[in-house]
């Protein structure tokens, strides 16, 4: 089992370590990001995303991650693995009450038993 948490405060994660971080991470299972994480973009993700298939992951928790898009974390995290067990986007401003509605149908739908924690 691999858990990622960074916690940034006046600090930068450097694009390259988080992707290098998330590319060789196929065991991850619990990805948390708190903070302001400008680097986690939707290009690093997919970048990341074709060399990993995060697969194991269970537990995804975003806080303040501004430069995420919900097509992305949708694309390689929400639908593409249904091995979560928890959800959490906090303050993510691509990422809006109407996708998190649309995701909470999804699981519903799917029967998917997944805490969803959006704010």
Same mark, same amino acid.
């Given at each position: 089992?691999?858990?990622?948490?960074?916690?940034?405060? =006046?600090?930068?994660?450097?694009? &390259?370590?988080?992707?290098?971080?998330? /590319? !060789?991470?196929?065991?991850?299972?619990?990805?948390?990001?708190?903070?302001?994480?400008?680097?986690?973009?939707?290009?690093?993700? &997919?970048?990341? $995303?074709?060399? =990993?298939?995060?697969?194991?992951?269970?537990?995804?928790?975003?806080? !303040?991650?501004? %430069?995420?898009?919900?097509?992305? *974390?949708? $694309?390689?995290?929400?639908?593409? !693995? %249904?091995? *979560?067990?928890?959800?959490?986007?906090?303050?993510?401003?691509?990422? /809006?009450?109407?996708?998190?509605?649309? +995701?909470?149908? +999804?699981?519903?739908? !799917? $029967?998917?038993?997944?805490?969803? /924690?959006?704010?």
């Amino acid at each position: 089992m691999i858990d990622i948490f960074f916690v940034t405060a =006046n600090c930068v994660i450097q694009p &390259y370590i988080l992707r290098e971080v998330l /590319t !060789n991470a196929r065991k991850l299972e619990d990805l948390t990001l708190i903070g302001t994480v400008e680097t986690f973009t939707d290009d690093l993700l &997919y970048s990341a $995303s074709l060399h =990993n298939s995060f697969d194991r992951i269970r537990k995804l928790a975003l806080m !303040n991650a501004r %430069n995420i898009s919900y097509e992305a *974390l949708e $694309s390689v995290f929400l639908k593409a !693995n %249904n091995h *979560l067990d928890s959800v959490g986007l906090v303050n993510c401003a691509r990422i /809006t009450h109407s996708h998190q509605e649309k +995701y909470r149908k +999804y699981l519903y739908d !799917n $029967s998917f038993k997944v805490i969803l /924690t959006w704010a």
